[in-house]
């Protein structure tokens, strides 16, 4: 465990590439921008995951996971301190109508968090693998997720909790953010890490990961499993709050408290819950069963009904919860000797999580502004997530 912590804390930094969820009401609300605008701010975050995963994964099977740990580390840290250094760090910033100025800061500075935080993902992924005895890796990837739901979870609470009480604004994040990516660069510095390499085999290249791809229908399946799973997530809790706002007339504060209390507390608990479950129970099988909780809950969340409606966000909160480490997991242990190019892959497919929220929000815009039509999206995306639990066993067979 002594080596393991430094890799927790590079999770928990791997949370702050979430804060896009939220930061579209925010910036929607801040900046008075339309729906389809708002959903700008995870397109740019989340495509860094789609253009530098693969070329991480080729970086780290050359340079090593400690290269690629720190380095991640390094562009995060850079994305928390730009806001910081336009002025927004807490104080409230008064925005003249019309002026996107700091708007284009916020999108840089979300496209370096996001950048860092796929760097992070490509290494820290293979790292836990590493550190976990045989026949783990599938608990502590878990466990490790619900440390970096806690970091993710503080782009909803810091404004209700820190920022609102202090009279502060929601940028007060960022000073937090660097804060702690300082002292996760400090622990890692001094890590340790051996990367063990097959001198029989090539190092991987683009061309070695795309054939991958193309060519193994077991990883096509499972890499487009994420694609969909983190455009799914995405949609949802970026357009919980929204919802709550539009239907129940929660106030922006109050909307992120509640949406964070019914989404993200549920994703911290079930990935807490699904550490200890994947101990006794198949992956297989697990992921089959999260898959069927998410569509019962979105289903929920189409009555329309207050009641149902946050019973419906917790249910498929929980069946989110270990859907990412549970296709993860599944897939490396297929296929262990080419761990790199599936880490960078699969982290390419948290793009995902770019081009199905401007769907969402086109959606909704579309709909003359109903917010509940748009959460077809995240429905549609799940049922793709339910074919890829009950065909990958076969699929993973013959792999």
Known sequence: MKRAWPVFLVFLAMGFGDVVGPLVTLVKETFNVSNLTAQLVPLTGFLMFGLLSVPMGIVQDRKGKKFVLILGLVVALAGALLPILAGMYGRQVEIAAGDLTKFYV???????????ATILQVCGNPVMRDVSPPGKFSSNLSLAQSVKAVGSSMGFLLLPLVAKPLGLSWS?????????????????????????????????????????????????????????????????????????????????????????????????????????????????????????????????????????????????????????????????????????????????????????????????????????????????????????????TTRQQTA
């Open 172 to 392: 007060i994040q960022y000073p937090i953010f660097a804060a702690t990516l300082v002292i996760a660069l400090c622990a890692c510095l001094p890590l340790q890490l051996t990367d063990e390499r097959d001198e029989q085999r090539q190092p991987a290249t683009l061309r070695s990961c795309f054939t991958l791809f193309t060519k193994n229908r077991f990883v096509l399946t499972m890499v487009l499993g994420i694609f969909f799973y983190v455009g799914a997530e995405v949609c949802f809790n970026s357009g919980v709050p929204l919802l709550l706002k539009e239907r129940f007339g929660l106030v922006l504060e109050n909307s992120l408290w509640v949406s964070w209390s019914l989404f993200f507390l549920p994703i911290l608990v079930g990935r807490f819950a699904g550490a200890a479950i994947l101990r006794v129970l198949q992956p297989a099988l697990f992921l089959k069963l999260t898959a069927v909780l998410s569509l019962i809950g979105i289903a929920a969340v189409f009555s329309g009904v207050k009641s149902l409606t946050y019973i419906g966000i917790v249910v498929t909160a929980l069946g989110f919860a270990n859907i990412f480490p549970l296709i993860f997991s599944i897939t490396v242990d297929a296929l262990p000797e080419r761990s790199n190019e599936i880490s960078g892959l699969m982290i390419s497919a948290i793009a995902g999580g770019a081009i199905l929220p401007p769907i969402m929000g086109w959606v909704v815009d579309l709909a003359n502004k109903n917010q509940i039509v748009g959460f077809i999206v995240p429905f549609a995306a799940l049922l793709y997530i339910l074919w890829v639990a009950l065909t990958q």
């Open 106 to 116: 916020i999108l840089a500075s979300i496209l370096l968090l996001c950048a860092g």
